[in-house]
């Protein structure tokens, strides 16, 4: 299948307040952001029309920003009916929104005081990430870890984490594995290149406590869908050698929705009851209403 690339698209990208053509959505080769990853992103799922917790993630792009010292210079109102229109002006349904914020090139130096901030939002089709989900995919264990908090902003959804996301995946597909799982700076299980995971153990789902990577949306909605339907979920620090004790295992994010892993490093799982109960449910929220979302996972 022939490359499409993103920079030669037809649509409209919401660029700074306004609706530019696709390919005229630009910025400088001395931008802050593309030098020293003074950019943060979010990204999101349209389903029927319906961004699936907009305002969550609006709310987490502004921290996000914060966390990085950026002040988005819109309300969250303005950006989450930005998104709504961006996926509107594009003529889609089912869709990956992708809002982004970086620092201009008014300054190029480390410190970048009076740089602009810009935002930018676009959207483009995007099927499930894994074909026949249910059979599984296959994990590698990174070399890379996962940094301790005081030394880089791992409460934020920051472009510069995602570094060591790509090298991670590169090297397991090289490999012939789909992702890798990655460790964190004590060796401790910490999550997928771009995905929550989750674990059954003795029927319960078993999570690890996400203290220098990101406290998925995802992982929340799934882990309240588990609840609601009487599965025990833990969080806790889980070791690589209690991998072999698992039963399931599945990686949860807007991208990965609820994927199956049906291997890690070589240690084989087949996906059961509670990864399917999970993968069903949340294929059933995402396209229900915003209104009836928040009413289901409240009850």
Known sequence: MALVPFDDRDGQIWQDGVMVPWREARLHVLS????????????????????????????RLFNSARILGMEIPYTTDEIDAACMQVVAANGL?????RPVVWRGSEMMAVSAQNSRIHVAIATWAWPAMFADRMKGIRLDLAEWKRPHPETAPTASKASGLYMIGTLSKHAAEAKGFQDALMLDWRGRVAESTGANIFFVFDGELHTPTPDCFLDG????????????????????????????RASEVMLVGTGAEVTPVREIAGQVYTPGRITQTLLDDYEKLVRMNPADVEKRLAA
């Open 217 to 244: 949306i995802t992982r929340r909605v799934v882990m309240q869908l588990a609840r609601r339907n009487q599965i025990k979920v833990v969080e806790r620090p889980i070791l690589p050698e209690e991998l072999p």
């Open 32 to 59: 802050h952001g593309l030098h020293y990853a003074s950019g943060v992103f979010e990204g999101e799922r349209a389903y029927a029309g319906n961004i699936f917790k907009l305002r969550m993630h609006t709310e």
């Open 93 to 97: 349904q089912d869709a990956y929104v």
